[in-house]
T-cell receptor, first 112, second 111 residues
Framework: GDSVTQMEGPVTLSEEAFLTINCTYT??????LFWYVQYPGEGLQLLLK?????DKGSNKGFEATYRKETTSFHLEKGSVQVSDSAVYFC???????????FGSGTKLNVKP | DTAVSQTPKYLVTQMGNDKSIKCEQN?????MYWYKQDSKKFLKIMFS???????INETVPNRFSPKSPDKAHLNLHINSLELGDSAVYFC??????????FGPGTRLTVL
């Protein structure tokens, strides 16, 4: 079945370090891919998305490229800030977005 | 204006009780969802409704019963609460060809 696998956390970085959170997926057809972020005590918010192969989603300095050949959608940011500390979820969706499959989440801690 | 709202934000109750969580969205979306997030942050879909009709019903105990009086509301009623029901419950909504929008969550603690 369809699924998403992302790297286990927590990931601990110093401020201004480079961030990569790996995400790979298994799906038939042509899913859309998403990164959501959950700040402490809050619900999930969409961070970025890509709806077809080779699309790059970007927002707030974060980027991810939809790679069909490697079935991946890794999240990157060139210079993290303390305020980026949160849990990040990779997700995929098919069939008009009615069903989402979420990864297990990766907690990011950024230290000053 | 809050797009997806849930009440209550916190719910503490005894085992065996019955409780409800309410969700409302003002985005005009056709589809609404309930998710359960456990202490390790794992997010599991429970139910999905499209235009008041149930379209996804994952393996969830039948003590959990969703009700959608109209497409802007999706409530979750839980009978005979158990310790293992303690979690954060999130409501979400979406429209075809768009992402899901999440509510702030309801933290349920069963004592």
């Amino acid at each position: 079945g369809d699924s998403v696998t992302q790297m286990e956390g927590p990931v601990t970085l110093s401020e201004e370090a480079f961030l990569t959170i790996n995400c790979t997926y298994t799906a038939t057809g042509y899913p859309s891919l998403f990164w959501y972020v959950q700040y402490p005590g809050e619900g999930l918010q969409l961070l970025l998305k890509a709806t077809k192969a080779d699309d790059k989603g970007s927002n707030k300095g974060f980027e991810a490229t939809y790679r069909k050949e490697t079935t991946s959608f890794h999240l990157e940011k060139g210079s993290v800030q303390v305020s980026d500390s949160a849990v990040y979820f990779c997700a995929l969706s098919k069939y008009n977005f009615n069903k989402f499959y979420f990864g297990s989440g990766t907690k990011l801690n950024v230290k000053p | 204006d809050t797009a997806v709202s849930q009440t209550p934000k916190y719910l503490v109750t005894q085992m065996g009780n019955d409780k409800s969580i309410k969700c409302e969205q003002n985005l005009g979306h056709d589809t609404m969802y309930w998710y359960k997030q456990d202490s390790k942050k794992f997010l599991k879909i429970m139910f999905s409704y499209n235009n008041k009709e149930l379209i996804i019903n994952e393996t969830v105990p039948n003590r959990f019963s969703p009700k959608s009086p109209d497409k802007a509301h999706l409530n979750l009623h839980i009978n005979s609460l158990e310790l293992g029901d303690s979690a954060v419950y999130f409501c979400a909504s979406s429209q075809a060809e768009s992402e899901q929008f999440f509510g702030p969550g309801t933290r349920l603690t069963v004592l």
